[in-house]
């Protein structure tokens, strides 16, 4: 309804200023008119009277007719038409005038409708920016609340954008609240769990000097794995809840492997493996060291699991937009039905080595995310699975 108004009273408006232009354009046209048969019947009469002073009593006896007795402008006889003349021949006179009058005419509606489509444009202009400006603050995080410009067209629009968002803002909330008990929960859940394993640990010990020590040591496995998959959701309630701090800082990256690899050198011995680091020349990215080292040992063991007694290779290069790392292996590969869920919490493939928890790709993919960088999961072509880790540089 109020969009409806705003549109007759724009229109009444346009249609009021028109209609003042055209009476003043016609106003001006009679006028003119007039101005030009004055002119005109002076010539005539004038002529006439300097020829026949004695025909000037006649002539204003005639116009005093014409203009009193004869106010409807009906001649008595079409004097002119019998002497041969038609009105077409004194259109001549006064054609530039004519002319003139008509093109300021044209031009002043002209003006007037490119003023009132231009106005009219520039006014909707001002209103979509105002509203795209609203919603990249909405992106930003920045938009405070929708102030009302009035009722026109885009006031529908601009309520259910309005709504849109407030629903947005409200969905995201609870997602956040929903994230952060997840988090907590979590995180309360690996704390409970590190009491009985402590506990049980101590038992098993104690127990060591009178029972099978097969058994015990199947039981002091399972508290290891038990142990790392407490640390790990520790680890993972602390990033779910953002409370994991990452200092970024220059780190080289053939430090960063050496380090990784080191961390895992009882690992790799005892399975049998190795591995090989090419070292290129100086490349530094920006990452926390420790955590990142901990992304690549996660990396590094996965490759060893595929390949118990085979070699883990790593490279690197960079480029003006990121630096790449490379980890693989010489066995099978993954299986490709195991790619797309690798980084699924949880998730453990058909080639997954024994005592694993489906956590440490999981934790690696967050970590690398987490400090501007990607990572991928895929098989050679020469054969075995790679790694291919990307810290952008912008």
């Excluded at 970024?248 to 680091?277: H, M, R």
Aim: contains cysteine.
């Amino acid at each position: 309804m109020n969009s409806r108004k705003n549109i007759l009273v724009t229109s009444g408006l346009v249609l009021g200023v028109s209609l003042i232009a055209v009476t003043i354009a016609v106003w001006l046209v009679s006028y003119h008119y007039s101005r030009v048969s004055f002119d005109l019947l002076n010539a005539v009469c004038g002529e006439m009277a300097e020829k026949e002073p004695e025909s000037r009593s006649l002539i204003a006896a005639a116009l005093k007719e014409y203009t009193e007795g004869n106010p409807d402008g009906v001649i008595q006889e079409d004097v002119l038409s019998k002497l041969g003349y038609q009105v077409s021949d004194f259109s001549g006179i006064g054609y530039r005038q004519n002319f003139f009058f008509a093109a300021v005419g044209l031009a002043a509606g002209i003006i007037l409708f490119l003023f009132t489509f231009l106005y009219r444009n520039r006014v909707e202009i001002l209103r979509i920016r105002a509203l795209a400006d609203y919603l990249e603050q909405v992106n930003s995080g920045k938009a405070l609340i929708l102030s009302a410009s009035g009722e026109d067209e885009f006031s529908k629009l601009e309520d259910e954008i309005y709504k849109t968002v407030t629903f947005l803002y409200q969905t995201k909330e609870q997602a956040v609240q929903a994230k952060n008990d997840f988090a907590e929960n979590l995180s309360n859940i690996a704390h409970q769990i590190k009491t009985p394993i402590t506990a049980m640990s101590l038992s098993v010990q104690r127990m060591r000097p009178g029972f099978d020590g097969k058994t015990l040591d199947q039981m002091e496995k399972q508290l290891a794995r038990l142990t790392c998959l407490e640390e790990a959701l520790l680890v993972l309630s602390r990033l779910d809840a953002g409370t994991l701090s990452l200092q970024k800082e220059e780190t080289d990256v053939f430090t960063l492997l050496v380090l990784a690899a080191d961390n895992l050198q009882e690992l790799f011995s005892s399975s049998g493996s190795s591995i090989e680091i090419a070292e290129e020349k100086e490349m530094m990215i920006i990452a926390d060291m420790d955590w990142t080292m901990e992304a690549i040992m996660n990396l590094m063991k996965n490759c060893m699991e595929h390949d118990k007694g085979g070699t883990v290779h790593c490279s690197y290069a960079q480029n003006p937009l990121y630096t790449e790392i490379l980890i693989w292996d010489e066995g099978e590969g993954f299986d490709r039905e195991d790619i797309p869920h690798l980084f699924e919490r949880f998730y453990q493939g058909k080639n997954a080595g024994e005592g694993g928890i489906g956590i440490g790709l999981a934790l690696a993919k967050e970590i690398i995310e987490r400090q501007n960088g990607t990572i991928r999961a895929k098989n050679r072509a020469e054969g075995g699975a790679l790694f291919e880790i990307r810290f952008y540089s912008i």
